[in-house]
């Protein structure tokens, strides 16, 4: 997100992936959380965050029988990715998406490229419960760390596997953790031990700490650029998730990120939920 879209206030946008017979609440669960998000929280006009649902037709028929209708075509999705700061990719039905090699698997690569072409720009993937699939059999866990549903670690280890061997790539941690947030490219506390809202556990080297506007417009802001370059995925924030539920504590983290912590616990709040924390690795020391 540019410094200007911060000053203006001006909604991040947001793509949310959809396939059929996906999970409906892999969907709705961060969909409900970012469109109570608000950058003023007094103030109804300020929402922090516009959505955008891409899907292989008009109508798309979700896992529970619920109908739901897309707002653009992926087929514009790929025309429009440069605009988006966040896409979303609901899980369900995976195996039959990597068997078919089907959207959003397409997706979800394409982006990646627009980051590497464009790493100026702070862009973010989420992947919810088994969508986490996607993005390994694209090669885009390569060198991270990842969750997923407690069912699916072998299989997600298993393609994760076959990708770096594909690609000659590095491995992927898979962990059983919450959320896991790769490339973290805003900060999180300079003590780590009292964050308020996430906890790290990274490799050697891994830090975060907590930001400010006045710093990403500091000489840091160009120096943290030519890191990125050279940052997997070009410095692109991949967060996984575990379960349906665990979308919703990823999506916290985002808006804590994004927006504000304090958004993200009045969200919560609206919400009646306990936000349950995830892990960062690999976030970039500055």
Same mark, same amino acid.
């Given at each position: 997100m540019s410094a200007i879209r911060e000053e203006a206030?001006?909604?991040?946008?947001?793509?949310? &992936?959809?396939?059929?017979?996906?999970?409906?609440?892999?969907?709705?669960?961060?969909?409900?959380?970012?469109?109570?998000?608000?950058?003023?929280?007094?103030?109804?006009? &300020? =929402?922090?965050?516009?959505?955008?649902?891409?899907?292989? %037709?008009?109508?798309?028929?979700?896992?529970?029988? +619920?109908?739901?209708?897309?707002?653009? %075509?992926?087929?514009?999705?790929?025309?429009?990715?440069?605009?988006?700061?966040? +896409?979303?990719?609901?899980? !369900? =039905?995976?195996?039959?998406?990597?068997?078919?090699?089907?959207?959003?698997?397409?997706?979800? =690569?394409a982006y990646s490229e627009v980051q590497a072409a464009d790493p100026a720009k702070e862009r973010t993937l989420l992947a919810v419960d088994t969508a986490a699939l996607f993005l390994a059999q694209q090669g885009l866990l390569e060198g991270l760390g990842a969750t997923i549903h407690p069912d699916y670690y072998i299989?997600?280890?298993?393609?994760?596997?076959?990708?770096?061997?594909? #690609? @000659? !790539?590095?491995?992927? #941690? +898979? @962990?059983?953790?919450?959320? +896991?947030?790769?490339?973290?490219?805003?900060?999180?506390?300079?003590?780590?031990?009292?964050?308020?809202?996430?906890?790290?556990? !990274?490799?050697?080297? %891994?830090?975060?700490r907590k930001g400010s506007l006045a710093r990403r417009e500091s000489n840091a802001r160009y120096e943290n650029l030519v890191r990125r370059k050279s940052m997997k995925l070009g410095g692109m924030r991949v967060l996984t998730s575990g379960g349906a539920i665990s979308g919703i504590d990823a999506s916290l983290y985002l808006v804590s990120a994004l927006v504000s912590l304090e958004t993200a616990q009045e969200v919560a709040r609206l919400m009646q939920y306990s936000w349950v924390k995830g892990v960062v690795v690999d976030a970039i020391d500055v």
């Open positions: 206030n001006e909604p991040i946008q947001v793509l949310i &992936t959809m396939h059929e017979n996906m999970n409906l609440l892999d969907f709705a669960g961060p969909l409900e959380v970012l469109t109570h998000a608000q950058h003023d929280p007094n103030n109804p006009e &300020t =929402k922090a965050f516009d959505v955008t649902f891409a899907g292989p %037709s008009e109508h798309v028929l979700t896992a529970q029988g +619920v109908t739901l209708t897309a707002h653009i %075509s992926y087929k514009e999705a790929h025309k429009r990715l440069k605009e988006f700061d966040l +896409v979303v990719v609901p899980g !369900g =039905k995976a195996m039959d998406i990597l068997k078919e090699q089907a959207e959003p698997t397409k997706l979800v =690569k299989k997600l280890e298993k393609e994760c596997q076959d990708a770096a061997a594909r #690609d @000659m !790539g590095e491995r992927t #941690d +898979v @962990m059983e953790e919450r959320y +896991v947030v790769n490339n973290a490219r805003f900060d999180l506390g300079e003590d780590l031990e009292e964050n308020p809202y996430v906890f790290k556990k !990274g490799r050697k080297g %891994s830090n975060a």
